[in-house]
């Protein structure tokens, strides 16, 4: 039997008669609530993989790393070229008011001058009148090496950024969930629903939708598994019965609340002081870039609306000749007649069989 005693974010026993508080794992927006602890080497690590911490990081620190790093490099250079052009005696005030003294580099005085040089050479190999000369071969190879350096730099900085412009995270926010779930009848079985959509008309393919329901287990032997998951088979609202999507315009995902399911012996009075967390995962391929990307979001017992349907939200317009999907209205529910009572309750146990046989029977044949 389900305990929905809830995923405890501490070791602390609850006492008897407090409600316990709701513990979300996925946030709203589909960011992990997870934070790793007491990880051994946890900074070398993040470093080795340097191109998925890069990726991964906020806007501002990556746009910072590019700037270090070319002022970095425009520095490190500049004191080579400087080291170069004090130890050939170029800085010398003698040699620089000679005619007959050929530097290294010309028109360099001091250190300014050395920088200045260090950014033009990196980033082009058209001079002006700071260039090098035939008379130091120490400035020629330093020459070189900083071009290869500034190239890969380039290279290595546009492909990152590049990367967090297109990586699939962001097309996760053009995907909507509806706020809350509902529970009401359909075809006579008592269903849990959710609603999603696709807000671009580039629409995600080969859509794979998995809701987990996360809740605490005790076991026979007395052991507490938390947080323990079990998923919930849903479909779509057509006569294909699987849990891949076509998202041309929002479709509501159904649960049949059967006897397989977790959610059998829930009422409405359980679900208010019910504790767990209805997790869902919805994958699929953008179609303009063929990047897989997934979307995630949540739903708490407060956030499911026992007795409750989705009002419809697709209409055709004849005067302009195409379907229509009002947004507006993409959250909202109106109450319908719905008993109170459990699946168990309502259907009885040969009721609830039959349905429980009909079903693995589908699933067999598919």
């Known amino acids: ?60 620190y990556a746009l910072f790393l590019c700037t270090f790093c070319f002022f970095s490099t ?6 080579l070229w400087w080291f170069i052009a004090y130890t050939h005696g170029d800085f010398e005030q003698t040699h620089q008011n000679s005619s007959d003294w050929t530097p ?20 082009t190999t058209g001079f002006g009148s700071r260039m090098p ?6 400035a020629i190879i330093l020459m070189c090496v900083q071009g290869i350096v500034g190239v890969v730099l380039q290279s290595i900085l546009v492909g990152l950024v590049f990367l967090k412009m297109v990586r699939p995270k962001q097309r996760t926010r053009t995907l909507e969930f509806s706020h809350n779930a509902v529970i009401c009848r359909r075809e006579g079985k008592l269903c849990f629903m959710f609603r999603v959509g696709d807000l671009r008309r580039s629409h995600i393919i080969e859509a794979k939708m998995r809701v987990l329901f996360v809740h605490t287990w005790t076991t026979r032997e007395g052991e507490v598994m938390s947080p323990y998951r079990t998923e919930l088979k849903v479909e779509d609202t057509s006569d294909v019965k699987s849990n891949f999507f076509c998202l041309l ?9 059967d006897r397989a399911s977790p959610l059998h012996e829930l009422s409405a009075d359980d679900l208010q002081d019910a504790n767990f967390e209805i997790i869902v ?19 708490l017992p407060a956030e499911i609306l026992w007795g409750h349907r989705f009002e419809p939200v697709v209409s055709y317009d004849k005067s302009q000749g195409r379907y229509e999907v009002d947004y507006s209205r993409f959250h909202c529910t109106q109450p319908v007649e719905t008993p109170r009572s459990s699946a168990r309750d309502q259907y009885g146990d040969n009721r609830e069989e039959e349905c429980y046989k009909q079903r693995r029977h589908v699933e067999n044949v598919t």
């Not at 425009?74 to 004191?79: D, G, P």
């Not at 929002?250 to 609340?257: A, F, K, R, S």
């Open 1 to 60: 039997m389900v305990q929905y005693t809830g995923v405890s974010a501490t070791d602390e026993p609850v006492p008897s008669g407090v409600k316990q508080q709701h513990y979300r794992a996925v946030l709203k927006n589909g960011a992990c609530n997870l934070y790793p602890n007491h990880l051994f080497q946890h900074t070398w690590r993040f470093v080795q993989d340097s191109v998925t911490t890069i990726v991964d990081m906020q806007w501002r």
């Open 104 to 123: 290294c580099v010309t028109e360099l005085y001091n250190f300014t001058s050395c920088f200045l040089f260090s950014m033009e050479n990196q980033h």
């Open 281 to 299: 995962i919805m994958e699929g391929t953008i179609e303009s870039t063929d990047q897989r990307v997934q979307a995630r979001t949540s739903y």
């Open 74 to 79: 425009w520095t490190a250079f500049a004191f």
């Open 249 to 257: 315009w929002p479709e509501t995902v159904v649960h049949c609340i």
């Open 133 to 138: 000369t035939e008379e130091c071969p120490a």
